[in-house]
C-alpha cells in the first residue's frame, strides 16, 4: 500500500513537468531568438499552448494552470518585443502587470513579476543593455509594489464594508430573518472581523452541548474541553498557544489549531452554549478580538433570547387560536353527541394524546367518545377503585406526569401502555356532567400551558354540555307522554308519515298495535285515579321493554297505547302482540299497596298487506282492536278482509 501511494505520487510530479515542459521549451527558445527567426511556427504553437492551459484552469479550476496560462501570455509579449524590434515596446510590461494585479491574488501577482527579468535576460546576452533593463524592471518592481498596495487597501475597503453590512443587517434586519441564518450572519461578521480560521457555535439542545452552526463543517464536539471549560468558568477562555497547554482542545476540525477564544453565551444566569473562534497561528488574537468575541456571543444571545420568546408567542397565539375556534364550535352546538366530538377534537389539537370521554348516568358513566384507542364493547362503567374517581371526589383536574408506581388502574379497562394521564371533572355548579381522560405512553408530556388551555376548554365544554342536556330534556318533553314516557300522539303521527314515506322509496312493510286495557274505567272507579296512573305507568314499562329499539311505542289516548313495528308483517306483528299480551297479563302493578293485574285486547294492521294509507291503516287496526273487545278482550286480533265485512 505504501509503494502504491509512492508510485502515485511519483506519476502526478510527472505529469506536472510534462505540462511544464513546453514553457521551459518557449523560454529557451525566446533565449535564442527563435520568434525572430522562425515566427510563424514559434507564435503559432505558443498560442496554442497558451489556449491549452486556459481551458485546463477554466475545467479544472486549478490555480496551478492559471500561473502558467500567464507566465505563457507574458512569453508571447516578450516574443513579440522581439519580434518586432520595438524598444518601447517593453513598456507592455506595465499594464499587464496592473491587470494581474486586479484580477488575481496577490501570490500570482508575485510570480508574474519575478517572471519579467527572465523574459528580458536575452538582452543582457546579447545587446548588454545592463542599465537600461534594470531601469525596465526597477520601473516594473514599482508598478507592480503599488499595484499590490492598491489591491490590498480596496481589498480591507471591501472587508470593511461588508463588516458594517453585516452588522447594519444584524442590526436593522434581525427579526426579518430566521435565528439559523441571522446566527450564520454573525459567525461570517466574526471572520470578517477577528480573522480566524473557523468560528463556531457550540449550544445545549436536550441537556447536551451540541454543534449548532460552524464556519467549518467538519468540527465536531468531544467530551470535554476549552468550551466545556469557559462554560464551566461562565467567563471567556483565551489560549495563545494550545499546544502547550495539557488538557484538550474539546472538539476536532480539518487542519491544525494553535489559537482558541470561548466565550460563553449567556441568557442572563443560564449558559446557552459557547462561541468559538480559532487559528492555526500562535497568539492570533488580541485583546480588541477577545472583545469582539464576546460582544458577538451577547450579540447570539440576544438572537436566541428572542428565538425562544417568539416561539412562546406563537405558541401562545396558536394555543389561543385553537381554544378560540374549538370554544365557538362547543357555543353553537346544542346536540349532545357533537358537543362529545368537538370536546374531543379539540382537547386533541391542544394535546395530540389518547381521550376517554365519560358522561355520568345514573349511579354509572357512559363512554361517550374515546381518540387513540379502540373502545371497549361494554359502554358503562363504574368509576370505582380508579384514579378517574380519585379526581372527581376532589372535584379539580388531576395530573399525574408517571403513573408507573400507582396501585389503582387509571381507567376500568385496558386502555393500553399509560404512562401519565391527566383527569378533567366536568362539573356544573354542584352537578357532576362527566369527566374527560387523557392518556399517555409517555412520561410528563404535557406542559403548565396545554393543562390551562385544557381546563378553559373543559369549562367551557360543561356549560355546552348542560345547555345540550336542557335541550334534548325540552325536546325530550315535547314529544313524550308526560306520565308514561312514552311518545306523545303528535309525535306518533309525525314518525307514521316517516314510517309511510320510508315505504314509498324502501317498500319494506311495518305494522300498527292498537293496545286497549281492559275495563280501565272499573280500576279507576275501584282503586282511585292515582292507581290508574300506576297502571298506565306499569303497562308503558311492560311495552317499552317488550319492544325493540326501533319500534315506536306511544300513547294513543286515555287507556289506549299505539306501536309501530318497524320491518314486521302481519305474522311477524302477531308473535309480538301475543307476547306484550302474556307480559301484561302475568305482571302486578302495586298501587298504594294494592296489587292490581291487568289485560289487555291488541289490534293489527300490516302496511301494504292490509292498506297503505295512513288513515285505512288506523282505521283497520282500530276495527281489529273493537272485534277483540267485542269477541271476549284479553286477545290479539289481526285484521283480516272477513272483519270489514262483519
Known amino acids: 500500500m505504501t509503494h502504491g501511494f509512492c508510485r502515485e505520487r511519483i506519476m502526478k510530479r510527472f505529469k506536472s513537468l510534462l505540462v ?32 491549452f492551459y486556459a481551458i485546463a484552469s477554466r475545467v479544472k479550476k486549478r490555480k496551478f494552470f492559471t500561473i502558467l496560462t500567464l507566465l505563457s501570455t507574458g512569453l508571447f509579449i516578450a516574443g513579440f518585443i522581439e519580434f518586432s524590434g520595438l524598444t518601447w515596446l517593453h ?78 443587517d444584524l442590526k436593522g434586519k434581525g427579526l ?14 466574526v471572520m470578517f472581523t477577528v480573522m480566524p480560521d473557523a468560528v463556531s457555535l457550540f449550544l445545549f439542545s436536550g441537556g447536551e452541548l451540541s454543534v449548532r452552526c460552524s464556519t467549518d463543517d467538519s468540527v465536531e464536539l468531544l467530551a470535554d474541553g476549552i468550551p466545556q471549560e469557559a462554560i464551566a468558568r461562565r467567563q471567556t477562555v483565551v489560549l495563545n498557544s494550545v499546544r502547550k497547554r495539557n488538557s484538550p482542545l474539546g472538539y476536532i476540525r480539518r487542519g491544525r489549531v494553535s489559537s482558541v477564544v470561548a466565550s460563553p453565551v449567556m441568557d442572563g444566569r443560564f449558559v446557552l452554549g459557547v462561541l468559538v ?39 401562545s397565539h396558536t394555543g389561543l387560536k385553537v381554544l378560540h375556534d374549538e370554544s365557538s364550535r362547543l357555543i353553537t352546538s346544542l346536540d349532545l353527541d357533537s358537543v362529545v366530538q368537538n370536546t374531543i377534537e379539540g382537547v386533541r389539537r391542544i394535546a395530540p394524546l389518547s381521550i376517554a370521554f365519560f358522561l355520568k348516568s345514573d349511579r354509572s358513566y357512559e363512554l361517550m367518545g374515546t381518540h387513540g384507542f379502540d373502545p371497549p364493547d361494554k359502554r358503562k362503567f363504574s368509576l370505582r377503585n380508579t384514579v378517574a374517581e380519585v379526581a372527581l371526589k376532589n372535584r ?16 376500568p379497562f385496558d386502555a393500553g401502555s399509560v404512562a401519565s394521564t391527566l383527569i378533567l371533572p366536568l362539573f356544573y355548579e354542584e352537578e357532576i356532567l362527566g369527566v374527560v381522560v387523557l392518556l399517555s405512553g409517555e412520561i410528563n408530556p404535557l406542559s403548565s400551558y396545554q393543562i390551562e388551555l385544557l381546563e378553559v376548554l373543559c369549562n367551557q365544554a360543561t356549560i355546552s ?37 320510508r315505504f314509498k322509496r324502501f317498500p319494506r312493510p ?16 275501584t282503586y282511585g285515579h292515582p292507581a290508574g296512573d300506576a297502571v298506565l305507568k306499569g303497562v308503558a314499562r311492560i311495552i317499552k321493554k317488550t319492544l325493540r329499539d326501533i319500534d315506536v311505542p306511544a300513547r294513543y289516548g286515555g287507556e289506549e297505547f299505539a306501536t309501530i313495528l318497524v320491518g314486521a308483517d302481519k305474522q311477524e306483528a302477531v308473535r309480538t302482540a301475543e307476547r306484550l299480551r302474556t307480559n301484561i297479563m302475568t305482571a302486578e302493578f302495586d298501587a298504594e299497596g294494592n296489587k292490581i293485574s291487568v289485560t ?5 294492521a300490516t302496511c301494504p298487506e292490509d292498506a297503505k294509507v295512513k288513515e285505512d291503516i288506523i282505521d283497520r287496526a282500530d276495527k281489529a282492536l273493537y272485534h277483540a273487545k267485542e269477541t271476549g278482550r284479553n286477545k290479539v286480533v289481526a285484521w283480516t278482509e272477513t272483519l270489514g265485512k262483519a
Open 176 to 189: 426579518d430573518k430566521e435565528p439559523d441564518d441571522e446566527i450564520k450572519d454573525i459567525l461570517k461578521t
Open 91 to 168: 513598456m507592455a510590461y506595465i499594464p499587464y502587470v496592473l491587470l494581474v494585479a486586479v484580477f488575481f491574488p496577490p501570490l500570482t501577482l508575485l510570480i508574474v513579476s519575478l517572471s519579467i527579468p527572465f523574459l528580458e535576460v536575452r538582452h543582457l546576452f546579447y545587446e548588454g543593455r545592463l542599465h537600461e533593463e534594470l531601469s525596465l524592471l526597477g520601473f516594473v518592481a514599482i508598478t507592480s509594489a503599488v499595484a499590490f498596495l492598491w489591491r490590498q487597501k480596496s481589498s480591507i475597503q471591501m472587508t470593511r464594508a461588508k463588516t458594517a453590512d453585516s452588522v447594519s
Open 277 to 315: 473562534a480559532d487559528s492555526r497561528r500562535t497568539g492570533a488574537f488580541t485583546g480588541a478580538d477577545v472583545k469582539a468575541v464576546e460582544l458577538f456571543s451577547n450579540q447570539i444571545a440576544r438572537v436566541l433570547q428572542r428565538q425562544r420568546i417568539h416561539a412562546e408567542i406563537e405558541r
Open 465 to 501: 354540555l348542560k345547555n345540550a342536556m336542557l335541550h334534548a330534556e325540552i325536546k325530550r318533553k315535547a314529544i313524550t307522554d308526560g306520565l308514561t314516557g312514552l311518545f306523545n300522539h303528535r309525535h306518533f303521527q309525525e314518525k307514521f308519515n316517516k314510517e309511510l314515506n
Open 20 to 51: 511544464v515542459l513546453p514553457l521551459f521549451v518557449f523560454f529557451l527558445g525566446l533565449v535564442f531568438r527563435i520568434p525572430s527567426r522562425v515566427p510563424v511556427l514559434w507564435f503559432s504553437l505558443l498560442v496554442a499552448a497558451i489556449l
Open 510 to 525: 311495518f305494522s300498527l298495535l292498537l293496545i286497549d286495557i281492559d275495563y280501565f274505567k272499573k280500576i279507576n272507579d
Open 396 to 411: 379539580q383536574q388531576m395530573y399525574v406526569s408517571n403513573t408507573r408506581g400507582y396501585k389503582l388502574p387509571i381507567l
Open 600 to 604: 289487555v285486547s291488541v289490534g293489527i
